[in-house]
């Protein structure tokens, strides 16, 4: 049985129109037709043939920036494969609490699917055989490292539709994935506007800021500043009980004081 290859493209203000000026026969099929998301029709993912349409995929492959979403490979049929896409939308996390899962973007697809481990892929990928995207996490990002990823299912060949009936749970080790990429995503809002400092080193300001007890945006903003702004001085055993505000301010006055000014020393 031959492989084919499909597109799962993210919907972009520009991509209908590119769509039909490249593509040789696009016939995209929604992804969100005949789901609980049907109503939100402009905002889904188009699934394309890309062996119909292989100006799409050359593309894609030399752009990838300008087409975001998912190389599938696969020899299931196309009915099979479609099925399979949409069933797994649709998530539950945190026990019992249900989302969907926006995996065709490339930057959620850098976190999740790494995250399957050699049990749980083969639920996740179905009838694909070989699942490729261009990007990476928020820190590869910002250290330049983004480029294609690639996750092969050895037992593909294997799947049969209906094999998975009920909505998947996420494991432990894919919602930490997931939520790692929310906190990345955050700190690199705030790090993309700083000069001088690595995204490694920010990270371990962001973990330490949550583990004081910082969880909102605008508290954890204030405390990246704080500690960017005081790098070579010691932090406090622990912060006093209080308002976010009024911890902000015993810290600042703490770094201020307990800083090591190294060129001084020499």
């Keep these: 049985m031959s492989t084919g290859h499909w597109l799962l493209l993210e919907r972009t203000e520009h991509l ?22 049907a109503a939100c029709e402009e905002e889904s993912p188009l699934l394309i043939d890309a062996q119909a349409n292989p100006s799409l995929l050359a593309a894609m492959q030399n752009e990838p920036l300008s087409w975001p979403g998912l190389l599938l490979e696969t020899t299931g049929a196309t009915e099979g494969l479609l099925a399979h896409l949409r069933h797994i939308l649709f998530i539950r996390f945190d026990q019992e609490r249900r989302g969907v899962l926006r995996y065709s973007r490339p930057r959620t697809a850098s ?12 639920l996740w990928l179905g009838p694909i055989q070989r699942l490729s995207w261009y990007g990476g996490t928020w820190h590869e990002r910002a250290d330049g490292r983004e480029a294609w990823q690639q996750i092969d299912n050895q037992q593909a060949q294997t799947w049969r539709p209906g094999t998975t009936t009920h909505e998947l749970h996420l494991t432990t080790t894919q919602e930490q994935a997931l939520q790692r990429q929310q906190g990345e995503h955050f700190l690199y809002q705030w790090w ?3 000069r001088g400092i690595r995204f490694e080193t920010a990270w371990g300001y962001l973990s330490a800021g949550m583990q004081a007890g910082f969880v909102s945006a605008e508290s954890l903003s204030a405390y990246l500043d704080l500690r960017h702004a005081n790098p070579d001085a010691t932090l406090p055993d622990a912060l006093p009980p209080g308002t976010d505000q009024e911890r902000l301010k015993t810290l600042a006055r703490h770094l201020i004081m307990n800083t090591t000014d190294k060129e001084s020393s020499v």
């Design 16 to 37: 209908l129109p590119e769509l039909y000026r490249l593509g040789e026969s696009p016939d995209p099929t929604r992804l969100f037709d005949g789901t609980e998301l």
């Design 111 to 122: 976190y999740f699917f790494p995250a399957c481990d050699a049990e749980t892929r083969p």
């Design 192 to 194: 993309e506007h700083q």
